[in-house]
């Protein structure tokens, strides 16, 4: 158990409708990071938040957006969704990881599996 | 660009010894890991490489060569349960903990 928990863990839903991914870090964690993964892609970065700001972001689609709130939790929001975005999405958390040459370890939640019917 | 190459697919027997390569071509470089990932589950952390050499952790050891844009990962004793996809992930340039992931090699171990 890495300490990052994610919820729901399976969500079904149709093209065309809206779902949130909920996302708690590691106690003393201040940076959170949301990846995709689908069957024929890696692990692709969508986007990072620390200590509640927006860091970094990564082929995030327009119709996606996450925010990271004073409790340091995540979500992110998927819209108008795709047949195309079913995928299991991930959130890891760091200590740090705003610094180039920084040790960053991630600690990967158990996944959120989106399918999208 | 940015770009992780490793191989898809390898095979390998109980108790052998295995060598997981993987190139990268990133704009900067702030350490390079290594996690395991079994199908379903959330990647778990093997190694990190910031500095040229051999990073040993028991049955893993990771290499990093920074001139190259190369590194390996070693599992040795091979066990069933090592049966997992392996990922190579840089820590790119920047004030950001953004890492770049390879596709995984898949590993599978027979008896």
């Known amino acids: 158990d890495s300490g990052v928990t994610q919820t729901p863990k399976h969500l079904i839903t149709a093209t065309g409708q809206r779902v949130t991914l909920r996302c708690s870090p590691r106690?003393?964690?201040?940076?959170v990071y949301w990846y995709q993964q689908s069957l024929d892609q890696g692990l692709q970065f969508l986007i990072q938040?620390?200590?509640?700001?927006?860091?970094a972001k990564g082929n995030i689609l327009e119709r996606f957006s996450a925010q990271q709130f004073p409790d340091l939790h995540s979500e992110l929001n998927l819209s108008s969704l795709e047949l195309g975005d079913s995928a299991l999405y991930f959130c890891?958390?760091?200590?740090?990881?705003?610094?180039?040459?920084?040790?960053?370890?991630?600690?990967f939640g158990p996944g959120t599996r989106l399918t999208v019917l | 660009g940015q770009n992780i190459d490793q191989p898809t697919e390898m095979t390998a027997t109980e108790g052998a010894i295995v060598q997981i390569n993987c190139t990268y071509q990133t704009s900067g470089f702030n350490g390079l890991f290594w996690y395991q990932q079994h199908a379903g589950e959330a990647p778990t952390f093997l190694s990190y490489n910031v500095l040229d050499g051999l990073e040993e952790k028991g049955r893993f050891s990771s290499f990093l060569s920074r001139s190259k844009g190369y590194s390996y990962l070693l599992l040795k004793e091979l066990q069933m349960k090592d049966s997992a996809s392996y990922l190579c992930a840089v820590h790119g340039s920047g004030n950001t903990g953004k890492l770049i992931f390879g596709q995984g090699t898949t590993l599978q171990v027979k008896p």
């Open positions: 890891a958390s760091s200590v740090g990881g705003s610094l180039a040459g920084v040790y960053n370890e991630q600690f």
């Open positions: 938040y620390y200590n509640g700001e927006e860091r």
């Open positions: 106690s003393g964690d201040l940076s």
